[in-house]
């Protein structure tokens, strides 16, 4: 049956039936007999069945996948399934998801197996304190401070208290970007982080990142949505107010500009912060 909506339908019987009880309860049983024998009610509940079984094999999959890890009740599959012992989403990335899902979520899918989305938490606030400080670690460290970073790094405001940040990296796909941006249909990164419950990092996540993120993996490309660096009007020319510090490995580490809104390359990954308002993230760390 061609553009038939079997979920419209449902919802349209369930409703009319609905008005019928109120007035004529048998009427309205004879009524869903008839519409039982018919092909439109067969063919919704197919696709009903269908979608249960989904689900059911949804979970089954996960379950199997992480057998002896989670327990059942700790996947969900929708945001109307999360609680606070959730450890594993897979289901929609509706309006606010980053803010529903508990900071003890392990791991997050919109399709499982595919595209994970990736969390990490830093510590700012108790190493460096000037640009100065974080050239000479992250070069200690092995790393390569390029372009106008060294430069750009003077004018970042380093927290002076020790705090935990909840990062999340998701990659263009995660963040919305599909075909019809291709077909010039356009897209904001920052608006669709925003609407998933997410918020722009402080521009000293860029150098913490390059200190804490040991573990990068190689040819990894981050590019750090952070809050404006404010630069004096002397430094602008070589600089954009906008630009932004991004961390780069690729065998040789580096942490060169970029700004936010230049054309990237396939497979890079965006990090922005769960917006989450509570003592965990603004509670000094002791």
Do not use: C
Not at 141 to 158: C, F, L, P, S
Not at 199 to 219: C, F, I, N, R, S
């Amino acid at each position: 049956m061609e553009n038939f909506d079997s979920k419209n339908y449902r919802d349209n019987l369930a409703e009319d039936l609905k008005d019928i009880r109120k007035t004529d309860p048998e009427t309205a049983q004879q009524v869903l007999k008839y519409e039982k024998g018919g092909i439109r009610y067969q063919e919704a509940e197919g696709v009903a069945k269908e979608k249960r079984k989904a689900i059911q094999d949804g979970i089954g999959d996960l379950f199997e996948f992480f057998k002896g890890k989670y327990t059942k009740d700790q996947i969900a599959l929708s945001p109307e399934e999360i609680n606070e012992n959730t450890k594993i989403y897979n289901g929609p990335f509706v309006k606010d998801i980053f803010k529903k899902l508990p900071l003890s979520i392990e791991r997050v899918y919109e399709n499982f197996p595919d595209g994970e989305v990736k969390f990490k938490e830093i510590v700012v606030g108790n190493g460096p304190k000037t640009g100065e400080e974080f050239k000479t670690a992250i070069r200690a460290a092995g790393r390569e401070v390029q372009g106008d970073a060294a430069e750009i790094m003077k004018y970042i405001t380093y927290s002076p208290d020790s705090k935990k940040l909840h990062l999340v990296i998701l990659t263009e796909k995660q963040l919305g970007k599909g075909d019809d941006y291709y077909h010039g249909n356009g897209w904001n990164m920052d608006a669709r982080a925003l609407e998933l419950g997410l918020k722009l990092v402080p521009a000293e996540v860029g150098p913490e990142l390059a200190l804490q993120y040991t573990d990068q993996p190689y040819e990894d490309r981050l590019f750090i949505n952070s809050e404006p660096v404010h630069i004096p009007d002397e430094v602008a020319s070589r600089a954009n107010y906008n630009e932004v510090l991004r961390v780069i490995s690729r065998g040789n580490d580096k942490i060169v500009l970029g700004h936010p809104k230049q054309t990237t390359g396939y497979g890079d990954k965006y990090v922005f912060a769960r917006d989450i308002e509570n003592e965990i993230e603004n509670k000094n760390i002791n």
